[in-house]
């Protein structure tokens, strides 16, 4: 619970420096995709899944480097995401983060991996890329991106500082079986009304 604070400490005293979105979002493309590779470890460098397809179907019991990762943005300076797994059925071993300077940017539970990703330069083209990865097993169920509660949800920040939340649309999800989402394809532009209703959320 400390650590919790500590990270909503750190996210509330960035926000005042950030713009609200506006109709023109350079990121409203960005897609978050997660990607499974079968093993205890794996290295942030790894050839494009999305080349081929994100692998989003795994066997039970088999431990997964689940990648996380960023497509279809236009300009990255700060990435906000959190990524959860059905209980019972999937346990989070451990996270790490991709990013090279990035100090403290994971924080985790064993059901539940927190993303906050300040890139040491701005991120442009919107290529893959790796932001973290996340070391867990699953026996049934999935594990996926979801909605943060932190303030202004999961979000993408451009590097003029503009916040763009990501649509439920472009989360991907890993599962035992079948029922994942491979958001290597085309991205869904964030509504209008999204940022309505996201900031109602924290008006409550």
Known sequence: ???????????????????????????????????????????????????EGAQV????????VVYVIARNYDQLAFLHLKVVGDYPGWIIHFVLDCPG???????????TAYFFISFPKCQLGGETLVVGRIFAMGTQGCIRVTQ?????????????QEITPIPEANWGRICVGPGGIDTCGGPVAVAGETWGAIKAQYRR
Request: proline share 10%; hydrophobic share 40%.
């Open 57 to 64: 179907e795994v066997r039970p019991g088999e431990p997964q």
């Open 148 to 160: 943060s509660e932190y303030p202004f949800g999961t979000i993408a920040v451009d590097c003029d």
């Open 1 to 51: 619970m400390i650590k919790l604070r500590e990270h909503l400490g750190v996210l509330l005293l960035v926000l005042p420096f950030l713009s609200s979105p506006v109709a023109a979002q350079v990121n409203a493309n960005t897609t978050l995709v997660l990607h499974a590779v079968k093993g205890s470890f794996g290295f942030c460098e790894i050839p494009d899944p999305c080349q």
């Open 101 to 111: 300077g990035c100090i403290d940017c994971t924080l985790s539970t064993p059901l």
